[in-house]
């Protein structure tokens, strides 16, 4: 199964809100509702940010927030602060057991 | 506090075997299922394979079928990965993670242990 697409760098500056895709197809993004967002710093592991598409973990601040329309699901993080770049990936139930994961964007706070 | 510690990377030529070992602790190991997901230098992450709490369930990703073997402890709180016939493709820092595919979610993570398979 190939990877979902997400763009490779994204960016904004602080207190603005930043955008980020991943596209799938039917047979994963678009077939379930089971698409979750992860955060990685440089040297770090991955941290859970959203779950089932738009489920925040507890202590996850509210400026991340998540949703899907179709075959393509959206982080937004509003109020950017330093601390949020990193490297999101998105990630999806693909059926039959199976999960796959974006390329990951590259977030710049500028 | 949910803590993960892999650990038995390191260097192996092709063709060579290396077990990697997860130590949990923080939870209740027992009650949870668990992956193992790797992330190759600068690339993204990949799902490598999963084991449910009982180890009556166990998936693996097609790249890795055959070769890997997921199976864990649950008297000792840990999870392993035996890693058979590996290939340069392979090289990856490892990551056990805890939490269920059915549902995609994994909500905590080891640091990782680096493997890299080279001659």
């Known amino acids: 199964q190939s990877a979902l697409t997400q763009p490779p760098s994204a960016s904004g500056s602080p207190e603005q809100s930043v955008t980020i895709s991943c596209t799938g197809t039917?047979?994963?993004?678009?077939?379930?509702?089971?698409v979750s967002w992860y955060q990685q710093h440089p040297g770090k592991a991955p941290k859970l940010m959203i779950y089932e598409v738009s489920k925040r973990p507890s202590g996850v601040p509210d400026r991340f927030s998540g949703s899907k329309s179709g075959n393509t699901a959206s982080l937004t993080v509003s109020g950017l602060q330093a601390e949020d770049e990193a490297d999101y990936y998105c990630s999806s139930y693909a059926g039959r057991n199976n999960v796959i994961f974006g390329g990951g964007t590259s977030l710049t706070v500028l | 506090e949910v803590q993960l510690l892999e650990s038995g990377g390191g260097l192996v030529q092709p063709g060579g075997s290396l077990r990697l070992s997860c130590a949990a602790s923080g939870f209740t190991f027992s009650t949870y299922a668990m992956s193992w997901v790797r992330q190759a230098p600068g690339k993204g992450l990949a799902w490598v394979s999963a084991?449910?709490?009982?180890?009556?369930?166990?998936y693996y990703a097609d790249s890795v079928k055959g070769r890997f073997t997921i199976s864990r402890d649950n008297s000792k709180n840990t999870l392993f990965l035996q890693m058979n016939s590996l290939r340069a493709e392979d090289t990856a820092v490892y990551y056990c993670?805890?939490?269920?595919?059915?549902?995609?979610?994994?909500?905590?993570w080891g640091q990782g242990t680096l493997v890299t398979v080279s001659s």
């Open positions: 084991i449910s709490d009982s180890s009556g369930t166990i």
């Open positions: 039917t047979s994963d993004v678009g077939g379930y509702n089971y």
């Open positions: 993670a805890k939490g269920y595919v059915s549902v995609n979610r994994f909500d905590s």
